[in-house]
């Protein structure tokens, strides 16, 4: 769960800014005894407030009808949105950090909010945003967000919050401050990108009748070995730039290096003037690593594979390990 917890956090400041200006309606109807029919309309707070936290719950009521629902494939981008939107508004108004159990007690643990109290940073009960929002989609008062955050709050006694935390600004467990670091084009090109990451590996994995295909070694082994196999030439393959069999390959490549070095996406914005024109990165989707602040181009390591299939899983072996530079001088060198 780590290497998925770190990719949660270092993804913040593209996920949840992208959650809010294009899942959050400019308006939202929410419960009010005060009106004829028992509801009213109203612009909806953006603002990561405490005040905000009943709209978000009624458009979440409006938009998943049961917990169920919330967990289908096909809504857990959006449940995933509100969990941090929800998250964000505890941090700045108590204190905090994310944080996750690395136990392994539980397989399936998410990250959760580990807030701020009178006793101490960090010092209060956790805040499970999973359960939170399975609870408000089971009772559907409409208040379950706002009292939790009045439960959090009491923990404080008479003293008020001592400090205000994000997990936009790369200040929370980050593995690099990745929000100091995003263009605005890069931003809406991960907005984009993320979602089409792990379908493009589904569909792509499909296609591979016959074998298992894991985040492992074994199967970047197995890719590039098959790359040689599809392609006698690397301009053979640039050929094949955007057709669905390089994109899922691409994809697959990226996130098992992505998980075995706990890095995140970046992308190389042509607009941003942080690239030269003869920088990998540009234009491209990439990966970067806090250990060393090495990154990692994985189409070039697509191109590389064509004169040496070992590549792959060298780049795997050395992010496992903490050699990240020394894969990357190899990769590098079938280039040249």
Do not use: H
Request: charge should be negative.
């Amino acid at each position: 769960m780590s290497a998925e917890f770190d990719a949660f956090i270092a993804n913040m400041p593209v996920r949840l800014p992208a959650f809010v200006a294009d899942e959050l309606p400019d308006a939202v109807t929410v419960e009010d005894d005060s009106a004829e029919d028992g509801s009213a309309q109203y612009d909806f707070l953006k603002d990561y407030s405490p005040q905000s936290l009943p709209y978000v719950e009624a458009f979440a009521l409006s938009e998943l009808e049961s917990p169920e629902q919330a967990a289908e494939p096909e809504y857990q981008a959006f449940s995933e949105g509100v969990l941090r939107y929800v998250g964000e508004v505890f941090l700045r108004a108590f204190g905090g950090r994310w944080d996750f159990d690395d136990s392994g007690a539980d397989p399936a643990a998410m990250p959760f909010i580990r807030p701020d109290s009178a006793t101490g940073n960090e010092q209060g009960e956790p805040v499970d945003l999973v359960q939170l929002l399975m609870t408000a989609l089971s009772v559907r008062s409409g208040d379950v967000f706002i009292s939790a955050y009045a439960e959090v709050l009491e923990g404080f006694d008479d003293q008020p919050p001592r400090r205000s935390c994000t997990g936009l600004e790369g200040t929370v467990s980050a593995p690099f401050d990745a929000a100091a670091q995003i263009s605005d084009g890069e931003r809406d090109f991960l907005a984009d990108f993320l979602p089409t990451v792990e379908p493009a590996i589904a569909e792509w994995v499909d296609s591979q009748a016959g074998d298992d295909w894991d985040f492992d070694r074994a199967s970047l082994d197995r890719l590039g070995r098959q790359l040689q196999a599809r392609y006698d030439t690397v301009d053979e393959l640039i050929e094949d730039a955007g057709e669905e069999y390089l994109t899922g390959a691409m994809s697959f490549a990226g996130e098992a290096l992505r998980r075995a070095g706990r890095g995140a996406w970046r992308y190389g914005d042509p607009d941003s003037g942080a690239f030269e024109d003869e920088d990998p990165r540009l234009g491209q989707p990439y990966l970067q690593f806090a250990v060393e602040g090495v990154d990692v181009v994985p189409m070039m390591l697509l191109l590389g594979s064509i004169e040496d299939a070992d590549i792959l899983p060298l780049a795997y072996d050395a992010l496992a390990g903490g050699g990240v530079g020394e894969a990357i001088a190899q990769a590098d060198a079938q280039e040249d």
